[in-house]
């Protein structure tokens, strides 16, 4: 089992990316998946989830609406789009993902937001 970043890049302030989180080996609908951040020296934090009934959980200092997650069950995908983003953006995304209690870490992707 396994889940797999991609779509991470470099972008101008208010700019926009979609990342996305491929999983493989289980059904991501069927689990919650959610998207961390990290940024050097900083620790791991939550951004937004998506649990298997397709409800958007927003976590502490995220919940202005930037930030969103959707997801493909026919690709098996979760997608995180981020929009207006700023350079405190800047940081690598991971996906993360419960499946019945096993945790499933990806290796992250990085963004880059430049002022």
């Known amino acids: 089992m396994q889940v797999v970043e991609s779509g991470g890049g470099l972008v101008q302030t208010g700019g926009s990316l979609r990342l996305s989180c491929a999983a493989s080996?289980?059904?991501?609908?069927?689990?919650?998946i959610q998207w961390f951040r990290q940024v050097p020296g900083s620790e791991r934090v939550p951004v937004v989830g998506?649990?298997?009934?397709?409800?958007?959980?927003h976590y502490k200092g995220f919940t202005g609406g930037r930030f969103t997650v959707s997801r493909d069950s026919a690709k098996n995908t979760v997608y995180l789009q981020m929009n207006n983003l700023t350079p405190e953006d800047t940081a690598v995304y991971y996906c993360?993902?419960?499946?019945?209690?096993?945790?499933?870490w990806g290796k992250g992707t990085r963004v880059t937001v430049s002022s």
């Open positions: 998506l649990d298997s009934m397709n409800s958007m959980l």
């Open positions: 080996g289980f059904t991501a609908s069927d689990n919650l």
């Open positions: 993360r993902a419960n499946n019945h209690g096993t945790i499933i």
